[in-house]
């Protein structure tokens, strides 16, 4: 069964290699989840999914510099969150075109 997990994090971008892990970081997000703010993904997965990306994207990240954060809002998320402002929203438990 999905579950809706949000995805945020910070990757320190001082350097060429730290710029590199963020294209990384952002490719990898990009390829199961959609983008709702620049470092902010929702992403409807199955545990299997998530466990496999969350994997990807720890392996990614130099954890003395860069950060990751993973909430969990699960299988009813539509009643968590509240969207206002730019950008329309989406339907999650659509089809991701990448």
């Not at 995805?7 to 892990?21: F, H, P």
């Not at 993904?41 to 496999?52: M, P, R, S, T, V």
Request: one cysteine or more.
């Amino acid at each position: 069964m999905p579950m809706m997990v949000l995805i945020s994090y910070d990757v320190n971008t001082q350097t060429a290699a730290g710029r590199r892990r963020l294209r990384l970081v952002a490719k990898k997000c990009q390829s199961r989840a959609q983008r709702v703010q620049n470092s902010v993904f929702e992403a409807n997965l199955d545990y299997g999914q998530f466990i496999k990306l969350k994997e990807e994207l720890t392996e990614t990240i130099d954890p003395q510099s860069d950060s990751l954060r993973f909430y969990y809002l699960g299988n009813n998320w539509h009643k968590k969150i509240e969207h206002i402002g730019a950008k329309d929203t989406y339907d999650s438990e659509g089809v991701i075109i990448i």
